[in-house]
């Protein structure tokens, strides 16, 4: 049995399947550095006998479990752009999971930005010597980064130009976060 499939459905499945597994290797490759990070912290945590110790070790394994989670959905994205290649399909079922197992992983990030962002922020807070003012500004842009990634994947996740909002101003929100922390050490008592 001889199968045909148009050029350019190849060639979209491949450049799919290329990128994916780009993107796989690279989350491979920063999820084992990421590893290595996490059993030193929890290490460094469990030793600890001080206040607040086990919320930062709930942080730790929250974002442990969805980087986890992002990253096997992440590699079955990839999985499947591989079968729809293989299978030589464009079939509307593929295409509608690749678009959830894409949606999962945007809501997971936001998930998981939200989070560490929280911590980043709350660190920020009380380097400022638990000034509330100090942390108006980066905690509406946390808040905003979150509102806007949600937004965008009920309106429409595909649209790579939109994609990319969410992660500009967390982008601009960790350059807050970061100037204003920094600001702190030498100046606020």
């Known amino acids: 049995m001889n199968f045909t499939v148009a050029t350019s459905v190849f060639e979209d499945n491949l450049t799919s399947l290329v990128w994916n597994i780009i993107k796989a290797g690279v989350e ?45 959905l ?26 959830s197992l894409n949606n999962a992983q945007y809501l997971i990030f936001g998930f998981n930005n939200l989070l560490t962002d929280s911590l980043f922020l709350y660190r920020c807070f009380i380097t400022w010597g638990c000034q ?13 980064t979150f509102a806007i990634g949600c937004i965008i994947i009920v309106v429409d996740p595909s649209d790579t130009t939109l994609i990319r909002i969410p992660f500009v101003v967390a982008a601009v929100t960790n350059l807050v976060l970061v100037t204003l922390t920094a600001y702190a050490v030498p100046f606020v008592k």
């Open 132 to 144: 509330w003012k100090a942390v108006v500004l980066p905690g509406s842009l946390v808040i905003l």
């Open 28 to 72: 491979l490759l920063f999820y084992g550095i990421y590893i290595v990070l996490f059993i030193l912290a929890v290490y460094t945590l469990a030793g600890r006998k001080t206040r607040g110790k086990q919320v930062l070790l709930a942080y730790t394994w929250t974002m442990a479990i969805l980087g986890t989670t992002q990253l096997i």
């Open 74 to 99: 992440c590699l079955l994205g990839t999985a499947e752009t591989v079968r729809v290649l293989v299978q030589q399909g464009t079939g509307s079922k593929s295409l509608s999971l690749r678009a």
